[in-house]
């Protein structure tokens, strides 16, 4: 009967492509618009329900958008706008990195 000792491991490191921080870009207004309202009631048919904050938010930002209006021109129409939710980059935007290791004694 022989013993052996074996010391196995490895490491490595990773990298996200393009696409996946790219992808995030494509969320955007005006292609798809996302509204976070808070304050009031979730009943959906409520008078000032968030329900009906968002439709207002996103009727006012659709229609707005169309003409050319600034946040200020819909914010003055609109009392209780909510802007879209926006995905912005730095000037210089890079891969996420990860590493991975793994060490094994038998």
């Known amino acids: ?3 052996k000792t074996v010391l196995d491991g490895g490491i490595g490191v990773f990298h996200d492509s393009v696409d996946s921080i ?11 618009n996302s509204f976070t309202v808070t304050g009031d009631g979730l009943t959906p048919d409520g008078t000032g329900s968030l329900f009906s904050k968002a ?6 930002f659709i ?8 946040l200020a021109q819909i914010q003055a129409t609109v009392p ?3 802007p879209p939710g926006i995905t912005a980059a730095e000037k210089r935007t890079r891969a996420p990195q ?6 094994q004694l038998q």
């Open 98 to 103: 990860y590493q991975r290791w793994s060490l």
């Open 1 to 3: 009967m022989t013993h």
């Open 55 to 60: 439709a207002a938010s996103n009727s006012a």
């Open 22 to 32: 790219a992808s995030n870009f494509f969320n955007n207004p005006p292609l798809v």
């Open 80 to 82: 209780n706008f909510f």
């Open 63 to 70: 229609n707005a958008f169309a003409s050319g209006q600034t």
